[in-house]
């Protein structure tokens, strides 16, 4: 009985980790369509970083829901290199991004959409769905 009762337990931690990832991914397929209806140019890639970027599910899911390819590189942990490329060139170390030596082409894996529009579709309007009844949740 102890080890059912583990089994369940896992499987329903399993099932949580499946459900935030999904829901990440479709947040960021949500703002993907919002950029590309404000700025009339769609995302043609992306690169991810961060211990998220760790997760395959999730970058599967990204590469899914967003009908692109999701790179991750071999250094997952590329913020603070970031921070250090917007820090100088603010202080004028380089002039442009053009004059910083590139070290971000190491990528590790990419993650390309495995799902047909249809279903990409279908899986976004489900997003939005439950999004939409969740509004006014804070009133209750």
């Known amino acids: 009985a102890a080890e059912r009762a583990s089994q369940a337990a896992f499987a329903s931690a399993?099932?949580?980790?499946?459900?935030?990832?999904?829901?990440?991914?479709?947040?960021?397929?949500?703002?993907?369509?919002?950029?590309?209806?404000?700025?009339?140019?769609?995302?043609?890639?992306?690169?991810?970083?961060?211990?998220?970027?760790?997760?395959?599910?999730?970058?599967?899911?990204?590469?899914?829901?967003?009908?692109?390819?999701?790179?991750?590189?071999?250094?997952v942990e590329t913020t603070a290199l970031g921070a250090a490329i917007a820090a100088g060139l603010g202080a004028g170390v380089w002039s442009s991004i053009a004059d910083i030596p590139s070290s971000g082409d190491d990528i590790e894996r990419t993650f390309?959409?495995?799902?047909?529009?249809?279903?990409?579709t279908a899986r976004c309007a489900s997003w939005q769905k439950a999004v939409e009844s969740s509004f006014g949740w804070a009133r209750e």
């Not at 829901?23 to 590309?36: D, N, P, Q």
């Not at 390309?112 to 990409?120: L, Y």
């Open 14 to 75: 399993s099932a949580c980790l499946a459900a935030s990832a999904s829901a990440a991914a479709s947040g960021l397929a949500c703002m993907a369509v919002c950029m590309a209806a404000d700025t009339g140019a769609a995302l043609t890639g992306l690169r991810v970083d961060g211990g998220v970027a760790l997760s395959d599910e999730l970058l599967q899911y990204q590469a899914d829901l967003c009908g692109i390819a999701v790179q991750r590189p071999r250094d």
């Open 112 to 120: 390309e959409p495995a799902i047909c529009e249809e279903e990409r």
